[in-house]
């Protein structure tokens, strides 16, 4: 059955008609089938349902290629006896690893509602996650798959495999993502995929690496590259290499491998990067927090590497994530000029790239035959808005908060800020009930 979305300003990320005002989508089944300007296409699919969105802006789902579900019952968490992080390596010592080791399946399962219904309501209809749970390995990726699938979110997942918490354990990782992978295949969706997960290479010796690609079996990599300099000053020490170098040689790289961050890179590396095709993935506000450093996106996508914008746990909502990719780089370079037109690019088009590596059908995008992902926010411009001037008003003026909205693969999972696919405070109460526990516990 044909649904129509209308009677609003339509920003389509469509090169041949980026902005139509009082546009409207038709969607059939979980396809975009046709858009154009409402009064005709109401004309054309005439006694079809009829969203009228008053005036609201009608855009593509937002994605989000790098975030941690793992992360969600850390909101609020005092650990009582934690020393005082210092530098990145203790954050990651003294909470993430501390945090990861602790979750058991029920965790895992109400992190991922709450983000994922966190998503939804901050108009992200694509989710690439990136999973730990040391103390409970087997099953994780199935545990978030079906949470997804209930709530009517797309995603990719994966297992960050390593070796800090011994090598019985980095084989349940490897197994999970191989369990995890083939269920994804036979799924054979556009709804769930699966990515091969590694930590970052100062916790994954060579054998484990190796170990890794045997498993993949091409399947390409979501790793964690040069976030901090203990990753680089690791790989210099035992390998003679850096850290890009070092996953050069051991074939981590390529055309479907995400390296996250690219921080403490240099200009050989990014050649590497660039010569295998590979993604890399921004998250400034994560690094900003972590105080890890500002990754050279800039001259990497100077260089045409494919560069998108994920949020590392930090935040769900991408128009935040984008906000804070604007000024991180003027303030890095003292520079107001840098970064206008890269922002937006890493979010509103290059996320879209990097799902057309991994998704049959188009994402990101308002056209025909692209998956019906769209979202509907409540923003009116108090200036004119053009196709010169939409990634201006969509950096200053839109909020997650601002999506009434969501619709994923053609469903509406929420409508005028109520999800439709779960009830949400029945959740929320449940997790705050599980969350207590677990501080409890760790
Ligand atoms: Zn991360």
Same mark, same amino acid.
């Given at each position: =059955? #044909?649904?129509?979305?209308?009677?609003?300003?339509?920003i389509?990320?469509?090169?041949?008609n980026?902005? /139509? !005002?009082?546009?409207?989508?038709?969607i059939s089944a979980n396809?975009?089938?046709?858009y154009?300007?409402t009064?005709?296409?109401?004309?054309? @699919? %005439?006694?079809?349902?009829? @969203?009228?969105?008053?005036?609201?802006?009608?855009?593509?789902?937002? /994605?989000?290629t790098?975030?941690?579900?793992y992360s969600?019952m %850390?909101?609020?968490?005092?650990?009582?006896?934690?020393?005082v992080?210092?530098?990145? #390596?203790?954050?990651?010592?003294n909470?993430?690893?501390?945090?990861?080791?602790? *979750?058991? *399946?029920?965790e895992?399962? @109400?992190?991922?509602?709450?983000?994922?219904?966190d998503?939804?309501k !901050?108009?992200?209809?694509?989710?690439?996650?990136?999973?730990?749970? %040391?103390?409970q390995?087997?099953?994780s990726?199935?545990?978030? +798959?079906?949470?997804?699938k209930?709530?009517?979110?797309?995603?990719?997942?994966?297992?960050?495999v390593? &070796?800090?918490?011994?090598?019985?354990?980095?084989?349940?990782?490897i197994?999970?993502?191989v369990?995890?992978i083939?269920? +994804?295949?036979?799924?054979?969706?556009?709804?769930i995929?699966? =990515?091969f997960?590694?930590?970052?290479?100062f #916790?994954?010796?060579?054998?484990?690496?190796?170990?890794?690609?045997?498993?993949?079996?091409?399947?390409g990599?979501?790793?964690h590259?040069?976030?901090?300099?203990?990753?680089?000053?690791d790989?210099?020490?035992?390998y003679?290499?850096?850290? $890009?170098?070092?996953?050069? &040689?051991?074939? /981590?790289?390529? $055309?479907?491998?995400?390296? $996250?961050h690219?921080?403490?890179?240099d200009?050989?590396?990014?050649d590497?990067i660039?010569?295998?095709?590979?993604?890399?993935?921004h998250?400034?506000e994560? !690094?900003?927090?972590n105080?890890v450093?500002?990754?050279?996106?800039?001259?990497?996508?100077?260089?045409?590497?494919?560069?998108?914008?994920g949020?590392d746990?930090?935040?769900?909502?991408?128009?935040e994530?984008l906000?804070?990719?604007?000024i991180i780089?003027?303030?890095?370079h003292r520079?107001p000029?840098? %970064?206008?037109?890269? +922002?937006?690019?890493?979010?509103l088009?290059? !996320?879209?790239?990097?799902?057309?590596?991994?998704?049959?059908?188009p994402?990101?995008?308002?056209?025909k035959d692209?998956?019906?992902?769209?979202?509907?926010?409540?923003y009116?411009?108090? #200036?004119?808005?053009?196709e010169?001037?939409?990634n201006?008003?969509?950096?200053?003026?839109?909020?997650?908060?601002?999506?009434?909205?969501?619709?994923?693969?053609?469903q509406?999972v929420?409508?005028?800020? $109520?999800?439709?696919? +779960?009830?949400?405070?029945?959740?929320?109460h449940?997790?705050?009930?599980?969350?207590?526990?677990f501080?409890?516990r760790?």
């Amino acid at each position: =059955m #044909t649904k129509l979305i209308g009677n609003g300003i339509l920003i389509t990320r469509n090169i041949e008609n980026p902005i /139509i !005002n009082d546009g409207c989508v038709a969607i059939s089944a979980n396809k975009i089938i046709d858009y154009g300007i409402t009064s005709e296409m109401k004309r054309k @699919y %005439a006694n079809c349902e009829f @969203y009228d969105v008053k005036g609201k802006i009608i855009m593509p789902g937002l /994605i989000n290629t790098h975030n941690h579900i793992y992360s969600a019952m %850390a909101r609020g968490m005092v650990l009582n006896d934690a020393k005082v992080s210092k530098n990145f #390596t203790q954050v990651l010592e003294n909470l993430w690893w501390r945090l990861d080791r602790g *979750l058991g *399946l029920i965790e895992i399962k @109400y992190s991922a509602y709450t983000t994922y219904i966190d998503c939804i309501k !901050n108009g992200v209809t694509t989710v690439f996650d990136h999973h730990a749970s %040391a103390g409970q390995v087997t099953g994780s990726l199935f545990t978030i +798959a079906e949470v997804a699938k209930e709530l009517g979110v797309r995603t990719s997942l994966c297992y960050e495999v390593s &070796d800090r918490d011994g090598i019985e354990n980095t084989d349940l990782g490897i197994k999970e993502n191989v369990d995890f992978i083939e269920y +994804a295949k036979e799924q054979n969706n556009d709804m769930i995929k699966a =990515m091969f997960g590694l930590h970052a290479s100062f #916790t994954l010796s060579d054998e484990t690496l190796e170990k890794c690609v045997n498993a993949a079996n091409n399947t390409g990599f979501h790793v964690h590259v040069a976030e901090g300099t203990k990753d680089l000053e690791d790989s210099q020490e035992k390998y003679n290499k850096r850290v $890009v170098e070092r996953l050069f &040689d051991m074939k /981590i790289l390529g $055309v479907n491998t995400i390296a $996250v961050h690219c921080i403490h890179v240099d200009n050989h590396e990014l050649d590497i990067i660039k010569s295998t095709d590979s993604i890399v993935v921004h998250n400034p506000e994560s !690094n900003m927090g972590n105080a890890v450093g500002c990754s050279d996106v800039l001259s990497m996508m100077q260089k045409d590497i494919l560069v998108g914008l994920g949020t590392d746990g930090y935040t769900t909502d991408m128009f935040e994530s984008l906000k804070v990719a604007n000024i991180i780089h003027k303030h890095e370079h003292r520079d107001p000029s840098v %970064a206008w037109k890269e +922002a937006p690019q890493m979010l509103l088009d290059n !996320n879209a790239t990097i799902c057309s590596r991994f998704f049959e059908e188009p994402l990101g995008i308002i056209e025909k035959d692209a998956l019906a992902d769209i979202i509907v926010v409540d923003y009116t411009p108090p #200036t004119p808005m053009n196709e010169n001037n939409i990634n201006s008003h969509i950096l200053f003026g839109f909020s997650g908060r601002n999506v009434v909205s969501t619709i994923i693969n053609g469903q509406y999972v929420m409508k005028d800020r $109520v999800v439709l696919t +779960a009830d949400e405070n029945e959740i929320y109460h449940k997790s705050q009930s599980v969350a207590k526990d677990f501080w409890e516990r760790v």
